[in-house]
């Protein structure tokens, strides 16, 4: 599969790049940013070419990876997708719930393959736990924490649209990535109420009758940074595992993902129209924590 890299950020930089330059099955066609000097340092650090005109690697391409702020991503994921291309995109999908529906239905009229990549859905055994607990049932709830120290600690991902939208709409994903999949698809957002920083706390509710409880944060002091997942129900106590491998990896395991889709047009199950429904839960949660609803 050919594939070019839209971005040239932190995460381009330390996970996209080298997990596509690496990977067996992938040629990185090349590399376009909003700052072309970037675009040339990364193109050439992994061996590959830049780009100025970003439908000039669109036109050589048979998908694209997105490392972009969301609101710049949908709008280039749409455009890619108009153009054929497959999407390997990162989360959210979009900053608002009209920029998510423009990219499912992009793809859907399009006919082209789609994943997000929600890091934790890529990780083999964090992925093979959640099968299990989805396949288990009987769940009475959750509790999820992803607590980061981006704007407390020495992080390069102190970026500005981390700063606008906060730990709701950075590790909120990954949260609801996880939850969604074992307790069903989200009835609606209970509560949903800020804490200290840019700390959210959310309720909710699920389709399979569980309720869960999610803590988010990108302001917590270092010594607290995490993430942890709890299930309890009728098989007892369960905690999402850890992963001996790294977002790399998880990358590389997205794409294979992708190439799949694409190959026998099954979606996948971190597709944009469930990147869209993310959005859509992340929206009312913000929504309620800004005391506009309710």
């Given at each position: 599969?050919?594939?070019g890299?839209?971005?040239?950020?932190?995460?381009?930089?330390m996970?996209?790049?080298?997990?596509?330059?690496?990977?067996?099955?992938?040629?990185?066609?090349?590399?376009?940013?909003?700052?072309?000097?970037?675009?040339?340092?990364?193109?050439?650090?992994h061996?590959?070419?830049?780009?100025?005109d970003?439908?000039?690697?669109?036109?050589?391409?048979?998908?694209?990876?997105?490392?972009?702020?969301?609101?710049?991503?949908?709008?280039?994921?749409?455009?890619a997708?108009?153009?054929?291309?497959?999407?390997?995109l990162?989360?959210?999908?979009?900053?608002?719930?009209?920029?998510?529906?423009?990219?499912?239905?992009?793809?859907?009229?399009?006919?082209?393959?789609?994943?997000?990549?929600?890091?934790?859905?890529?990780?083999p055994?964090?992925?093979?736990?959640?099968?299990?607990?989805?396949?288990a049932g009987?769940?009475?709830?959750?509790?999820?924490?992803?607590?980061?120290?981006?704007?407390?600690?020495?992080?390069?991902?102190?970026?500005p649209?981390?700063?606008?939208?906060g730990?709701?709409?950075?590790?909120g994903?990954?949260?609801?990535?996880?939850?969604?999949?074992?307790?069903?698809?989200?009835?609606?957002v209970?509560?949903?109420?800020?804490?200290?920083?840019?700390?959210?706390?959310?309720?909710?509710?699920?389709?399979?009758?569980?309720?869960?409880t999610?803590?988010?944060?990108?302001?917590?002091?270092?010594?607290?940074?995490?993430?942890?997942?709890?299930?309890?129900?009728?098989?007892?106590?369960?905690?999402?595992?850890?992963?001996?491998?790294?977002?790399v990896?998880?990358?590389?395991?997205?794409?294979?993902?992708?190439?799949?889709?694409?190959?026998?047009g099954?979606?996948?199950?971190?597709?944009?129209?469930?990147?869209l429904?993310?959005?859509?839960?992340?929206a009312?949660?913000?929504?309620?924590?800004?005391?506009?609803?309710?």
């Amino acid at each position: 599969m050919r594939i070019g890299l839209l971005g040239t950020g932190p995460w381009a930089q330390m996970v996209h790049a080298p997990a596509l330059s690496e990977h067996g099955s992938v040629d990185l066609v090349g590399v376009w940013g909003r700052r072309p000097a970037a675009a040339r340092e990364l193109a050439e650090r992994h061996g590959t070419r830049p780009y100025d005109d970003v439908d000039a690697l669109l036109a050589d391409v048979d998908a694209v990876a997105v490392a972009l702020p969301p609101d710049v991503q949908a709008d280039l994921a749409v455009r890619a997708a108009e153009a054929g291309r497959h999407l390997l995109l990162d989360k959210p999908v979009a900053a608002t719930v009209p920029g998510a529906r423009a990219v499912a239905r992009a793809v859907r009229e399009a006919e082209v393959a789609s994943v997000v990549f929600f890091t934790t859905r890529f990780l083999p055994e964090p992925e093979a736990w959640i099968a299990e607990q989805a396949s288990a049932g009987g769940w009475f709830t959750g509790h999820a924490q992803w607590l980061g120290a981006v704007f407390t600690g020495d992080s390069p991902f102190a970026t500005p649209w981390r700063r606008e939208k906060g730990a709701l709409w950075d590790v909120g994903p990954h949260a609801l990535s996880v939850l969604l999949p074992v307790l069903g698809d989200v009835r609606r957002v209970s509560a949903a109420g800020r804490g200290p920083g840019d700390t959210v706390h959310m309720v909710l509710d699920h389709a399979g009758g569980a309720s869960s409880t999610l803590t988010l944060s990108l302001t917590a002091p270092p010594s607290a940074a995490g993430s942890a997942v709890e299930l309890r129900g009728e098989a007892g106590v369960v905690r999402l595992p850890p992963s001996a491998s790294d977002a790399v990896s998880a990358l590389g395991r997205a794409a294979d993902a992708l190439g799949a889709a694409a190959r026998d047009g099954r979606p996948h199950a971190c597709d944009a129209p469930f990147g869209l429904r993310v959005t859509e839960v992340l929206a009312e949660a913000e929504a309620l924590s800004s005391g506009s609803l309710g």
